[in-house]
T-cell receptor
Framework: AQSVTQLDSQVPVFEEAPVELRCNYS??????LFWYVQYPNQGLQLLLK??????LVKGINGFEAEFNKSQTSFHLRKPSVHISDTAEYFC???????????FGGGTRVLVKP | GAGVSQSPSNKVTEKGKDVELRCDPI?????LYWYRQSLGQGLEFLIY????????KSGLPSDRFSAERTGGSVSTLTIQRTQQEDSAVYLC????????????FGPGTRLTVL
C-alpha cells in the first residue's frame, strides 16, 4: 500500500515571495509522482510529474519539484508567486502502467498582495 | 482537442434515490478513472477501467456504487439508494494507459443528497 502526506494544509504567502509545498510518500515499490493544481471551482490540472531520470522536474507556470528518494519526498517550489497561483495543490503517487493515483490531503495556497 | 467532459455538473437528489453520473473521456484514451472529492475524505480513488480488462473496483465504498464503461468509451457511475454521506464532487479522469501517463480530469459532478 502507498500513502501520500502533504504536511501543510494551508500556506499563506505574499505576492512575489517564494513558496514550497511539502509532500512525502511511502511505498514499498517504485512510484511515479505528480503535482496537480485545482483552481477555485475548476477540475484538476497537471503541474508536473516525475517518472524517472533527473530528480529536478520543471513544470508549467514556473513550478518545479525535486524527487528525493532517500527522504521519500517530492516537494514543490516556485521562486516568485503571483496572485493567480491562489489554488489548492495536490501531490499524488501512482505505480504501474495507468494505475490509480493516491492523493495527499491537499495544500491550500493563498497569495496575498 | 476536447477534454474530459462530465454530466450533469450539479445534481441534487433526495436520500434513497438512485443517481447516474456520466463521463466522456478523451478520444483514444484507454484508461478511465473515477475519484471522489469530499471535505472529510479528500480525493479518493473509486474505480479504474483499462481497455477490455476487468475493472479495478477496489475503491468503491459500498455495493451501492457501481460503474460501467460501454464500448471502451463513455462511463456511467451509478449510486443506488443515495445517502447523505455520498454528497461529494465526483471526478472522472482518462489517460493513455501507458506507464506514468498523465491523467486528465474532467470538471466533476457535484452531488448533493438531501
Amino acid at each position: 500500500a502507498q500513502s501520500v502526506t502533504q504536511l501543510d494544509s494551508q500556506v499563506p504567502v505574499f505576492e512575489e515571495a517564494p513558496v514550497e509545498l511539502r509532500c512525502n510518500y511511502s511505498s514499498s515499490v517504485s512510484v511515479y509522482l505528480f503535482w496537480y493544481v485545482q483552481y477555485p471551482n475548476q477540475g484538476l490540472q497537471l503541474l508536473l510529474k516525475y517518472l524517472s531520470g533527473s530528480t529536478l522536474v520543471k513544470g508549467i507556470n514556473g513550478f518545479e519539484a525535486e524527487f528525493n528518494k532517500s527522504q521519500t519526498s517530492f516537494h514543490l517550489r516556485k521562486p516568485s508567486v503571483h496572485i493567480s497561483d491562489t489554488a489548492e495543490y495536490f501531490c499524488a503517487a501512482g505505480r504501474a502502467a495507468g494505475n490509480k493515483l493516491t492523493f495527499g490531503g491537499g495544500t491550500r495556497v493563498l497569495v496575498k498582495p | 482537442g476536447a477534454g474530459v467532459s462530465q454530466s450533469p455538473s450539479n445534481k441534487v437528489t433526495e436520500k434513497g434515490k438512485d443517481v447516474e453520473l456520466r463521463c466522456d473521456p478523451i478520444s483514444g484514451h484507454t484508461a478511465l478513472y473515477w475519484y471522489r472529492q469530499s471535505l472529510g475524505q479528500g480525493l479518493e480513488f473509486l474505480i479504474y477501467f483499462q481497455g477490455n480488462s476487468a475493472p479495478d473496483k477496489s475503491g468503491l465504498p459500498s455495493d451501492r456504487f457501481s460503474a460501467e464503461r460501454t464500448g471502451g468509451s463513455v462511463s456511467t457511475l451509478t449510486i443506488q439508494r443515495t445517502q447523505q454521506e455520498d454528497s461529494a464532487v465526483y471526478l472522472c479522469a482518462s489517460s493513455s494507459g501507458l506507464a506514468g501517463g498523465t491523467q486528465y480530469f474532467g470538471p466533476g459532478t457535484r452531488l448533493t443528497v438531501l
